[in-house]
């Protein structure tokens, strides 16, 4: 049975208050200790907190010391949430977090959150899976001052592929990677910069590979955004062009019964 004072890791979802879950909500009502990224999180998300709760910025602390919070909120006692931007899943020291937890013998959780790439796409109506047009999505990152990244994950070899990619901690280096993908997206492929999806500052810029490092740039974008590349961010392609046959008039819909069942 899972230990109710268990560190809960929760994503915040991309900025907005009311893109949170319904556990995540109630998790940090509950919570007498949270830890959350204040670099990208819209205030309001906190208002779900109670008012008696201690609240802690991490922005400028290191891993350790983040740790060392949840394991002596755990240890007094109290119930802490340690909020991530986005979904947990990506970019979140998760698995850096709760490998310190397990050594010390802390029980943790995991709540999922709205990923800020399904942010950006909905916020320019956009699927990224377009049939005959792209059918994988590409989440990654690239190397400047940070972790580095494995060498055959290099942004040509996703390029190569002309899935669409999303481009995460990477809005500093727009110009330059455009001039990476240029070869195998060609200048005119659409792109999209969604810089604080869903909060109150949110920028969306529209463009192509050619010319989008300029509106960044003139945006003076500098962290937390999104860049979104691809053909699949075209205005709605010609249904001849491939629609999904999944729901093709044409596809067989009788029932297969399995043994056993009726």
Not at 127 to 145: H, I, M, Y
Not at 236 to 248: K, M, Q, V
């Amino acid at each position: 049975m899972e230990d109710d004072r268990a560190v809960r890791f929760v994503g915040a979802g991309p900025g907005a208050a009311d893109l949170l879950t319904v556990r995540a909500a109630r998790l940090l009502g509950e919570a007498q200790t949270v830890l959350f990224p204040g670099t990208y999180l819209d205030a309001e998300v906190l208002a779900n907190c109670s008012p008696d709760a201690e609240l802690v910025d991490t922005e400028h602390l290191d891993l350790d010391v983040i740790v060392a919070h949840l394991i002596d909120g755990y240890r007094a006692g109290r119930r802490v949430v340690r909020l991530v931007s986005g979904d947990p899943s990506v970019y979140s020291a998760l698995s850096e977090q709760t490998r310190r937890l397990d050594a010390a013998g802390v029980p943790w959780s995991v709540t999922p959150g709205v990923p800020a790439y399904a942010a950006a796409a909905a916020r320019v109506g956009r699927e990224l899976t377009v049939p005959l047009v792209a059918q994988s999505v590409v989440l990654t990152r690239t190397r400047q001052r940070s972790t580095a990244m494995p060498e055959t994950e290099s942004l040509k070899a996703f390029a190569a592929t002309r899935a669409t990619l999303v481009l995460h901690l990477a809005v500093t280096r727009t110009r330059e990677l455009m001039a990476e993908l240029e070869p195998d997206h060609g200048p005119d492929c659409p792109v999209v910069v969604v810089y604080r999806a869903s909060q109150p500052q949110e920028q969306v810029l529209h463009g192509t590979v050619a010319d989008i490092a300029d509106a960044v740039e003139a945006a003076g974008l500098r962290q937390a955004a999104v860049i979104l590349v691809g053909r699949a961010l075209a205005g709605r392609p010609d249904p001849e062009a491939g629609e999904s046959h999944l729901y093709d008039p044409a596809r067989d819909r009788s029932v297969k019964r399995i043994e056993g069942l009726r």
